[in-house]
């Protein structure tokens, strides 16, 4: 399973982005798909995560900005952050858990995306 994220980009300080990422690959199930972010220095950090069934969860700093969804027909998970504030300034990364034929479990991680807010 490859996950590729995109949407990432420089914006003012109010402003909103909508991140998107795309699981591919073969002959597996893409379960609960998750946005992280990181800064430099710091610890990657959940923001939400959504389930296949579509619950949602989110970190208390973000979940009156945030939203996550997602088209499971595409594999596809979305993150719309708005009211951006300088603090959103990160790395956002993907992440998803996927089941093979066999049932077995794997964690996947993309390769993040730049989210820079001005002020």
């Known amino acids: 399973v490859q996950l590729q994220a995109s949407g990432g980009g420089l914006v003012q300080t109010g402003g909103s982005l909508r991140l998107s990422c795309v699981a591919s690959?073969?002959?597996?199930?893409?379960?609960?798909m998750r946005w992280y972010r990181q800064t430099p220095g710091r610890q990657r950090e959940l923001v939400a995560g959504?389930?296949?069934?579509?619950?949602?969860n989110y970190a208390d700093s973000v979940k009156d900005r945030f939203s996550i969804s997602r088209d499971n027909a595409k594999n596809t998970v979305y993150l719309q952050i708005n009211s951006l504030k300088p603090e959103d300034s990160a790395v956002y990364y993907c992440?998803?858990?996927?089941?093979?034929?066999?049932?077995?479990?794997?964690?996947?991680w993309g390769q993040g995306t730049q989210v820079t807010v001005s002020s």
């Open positions: 959504i389930t296949t069934g579509g619950v949602t």
């Open positions: 992440y998803a858990i996927a089941s093979n034929v066999l049932g077995s479990s794997f964690q996947y």
């Open positions: 690959g073969s002959s597996f199930t893409i379960n609960t």
